[in-house]
């Protein structure tokens, strides 16, 4: 069955419109539509043209990927994204799917259960490299959140909501800008969780941002991923494949996993993967566009209500040691560009480690790979600065001149910086992150060292940050 086909089954059409939030008759709730296809590269810094809700039907005629903003009416919607990553092997969840979704599954179990035991309702859909978790707060689950003051949204990110610079025109009202930042903070927690719950079991490294990781002998440099990005960009910016959707990215990602391996893999179909379902059976679904067009006639792609979750999982967040970094990190204000020349203008780079010297030097594209935001942070961190400051200074170069074209246009620049290294800061914090690949050997290994044998130990900056957290 080609795309075109399975598009034009009334079922498939029924469950993507289902899980863009349409009930029956009534029209969806998501507030605009994008369409993905190999032509447009899928990936990169241009945000793709949003299409309006009555142009689904269009959308499936170009037999494009679907997705829909994450941006909703009234609800919020939130996701959680797992995935497979191999840094040496780019394309092994596609030459061996049940290799690279065996090792993942312990981490998608781990999800499962913790959902149980919080009631944390959900829809886990199966992509091309691992799943997408989704939910929604109703209005009382919002209203928690905002009055639990978790929501912290940068200066210029509340300007640019308020003027209506979004993909429908439409603002974004202050009760949804401080609710979404608040829920990045929850599901971070959530992602703390997970780290400790799925690392025993699992045969990867479980990690956050797609971080690299060292060697790990014949299996190469592989991890599993707990993606929190989204949660660092705007809300009106971020949308996410549809269930039921064809996947088709691996066919524009020849330049990473090979030419032969992205023209060889077939379209495959983002399906839920019901509750009990065996991974054999789900990708075997997922890799058949006649079976899942079958499954999309009895299973439902309706995004559910986890509002009594999620209640349990702010009382949980509330009672952790996160909770107790993210006060003590937002007691400090980034200091405001006006102050920049006379701040974070005059670090001295010639005594900081190249590693770090260099995307402070470099920083497009240097400063925009999680590795380098998280080794910035720990060594700026061993030497004194506070993390809300660390993200400042990240911002600054943000927001100077590198060639970033519309990049900071479309996303917000103190946001990313902040919500990275609060992540990447609060890891530490925790203990969820132990430091152990704080040193020269392991950084070479993730592919990140700039000059081998530069007279700087990275396991100093262990100690000592060690030391400074007691």
């Known amino acids: 069955m080609t795309v075109h086909e399975y598009y034009s089954q009334p079922a498939v059409r029924?469950?993507?419109?289902?899980?863009c939030g349409a009930d029956g008759a009534d029209a969806p709730t998501c507030r605009y539509l994008v369409g993905l296809s190999a032509a447009d590269g899928y990936a990169g810094r241009a945000f793709p043209s949003p299409r309006s809700l009555d142009s689904l039907g269009a959308l499936l005629a170009e037999d494009d990927d679907v997705c829909r903003s994450v941006w909703d009416r009234g609800r919020l919607l939130v996701t959680l994204d797992l995935e497979y990553c191999s840094f040496d092997y780019r394309g092994e969840p596609f030459v061996n799917p049940q290799g690279a979704f065996g090792r993942l599954e312990p981490t998608y179990h781990a999800v499962e259960a913790l959902c149980d035991e919080l009631g944390l309702e959900h829809k886990m859909v199966v992509t091309g490299q691992g799943y997408h978790a989704a939910w929604y707060l109703d209005l009382g689950a919002q209203q928690a959140v905002a009055t639990g003051a978790l929501g912290r949204v940068a200066p210029s990110l509340w300007a640019r909501y308020a003027t209506g610079n979004t993909p429908t025109g439409e603002?974004?009202?202050?009760?949804?800008?401080?609710?979404?930042?608040?829920?990045?903070?929850?599901?971070e927690w959530l992602a703390h969780l997970l780290c400790a719950r799925a690392s025993a079991a699992s045969p990867a490294p479980v990690v956050c941002l797609g971080l690299e990781v060292g060697n790990r002998g014949a299996a190469g440099r592989e991890a599993i991923s707990i993606d929190l990005s989204e949660y660092a960009d705007p809300l009106d910016r971020r949308y996410t494949r549809c269930a039921f959707s064809a996947y088709q990215k691996h066919r524009s990602m020849g330049d990473i996993i090979g030419w032969a391996i992205a023209d060889a893999t077939p379209p495959k179909a983002c399906v839920p993967r019901p509750r009990g379902a065996k991974l054999e059976e789900t990708l075997a679904v997922r890799d058949d566009l006649a079976a899942a067009a079958e499954l999309a006639k009895t299973v439902s792609a309706r995004i559910p209500d986890a509002t009594a979750g999620v209640g349990r999982l702010l009382e949980s967040y509330r009672r952790s040691k996160l909770a107790e970094f993210h006060e003590w990190y937002y007691r400090v204000e980034p200091d405001p560009p006006p102050r920049w020349p006379a701040s974070y203008d005059r670090l001295e780079l010639g005594p900081l480690p190249p590693c770090v010297a260099l995307p402070l030097a470099h920083p497009n594209d240097l400063l925009l790979k999680p590795a380098n935001i998280q080794n910035t942070t720990r060594v700026l961190w061993a030497l004194g600065w506070h993390p809300r400051h660390i993200a400042g200074l990240i911002q600054s170069k943000y927001e100077r001149d590198w060639g970033w074209g519309q990049m900071w246009l479309t996303y917000d620049a103190a946001t990313r910086a902040d919500v990275y290294v609060r992540i990447l800061s609060g890891l530490v914090a925790t203990g969820t992150d132990d430091l152990r690949d704080l040193n020269c050997v392991s950084h070479q290994e993730r592919g990140h060292?700039?000059?081998p044998f530069?007279?700087?130990?990275?396991?100093?900056?262990?100690?000592?940050?060690?030391?400074?957290?007691?």
Request: charged fraction near 20%; proline fraction near 5%; charge should be neutral.
């Open 14 to 19: 029924s469950r993507i419109a289902e899980y």
């Open 454 to 470: 530069c007279g700087h130990n990275l396991a100093d900056y262990a100690s000592a940050l060690q030391g400074r957290l007691g």
């Open 171 to 187: 603002p974004v009202d202050g009760r949804e800008a401080r609710v979404f930042a608040g829920v990045g903070m929850l599901v």
């Open 449 to 451: 060292c700039p000059q």
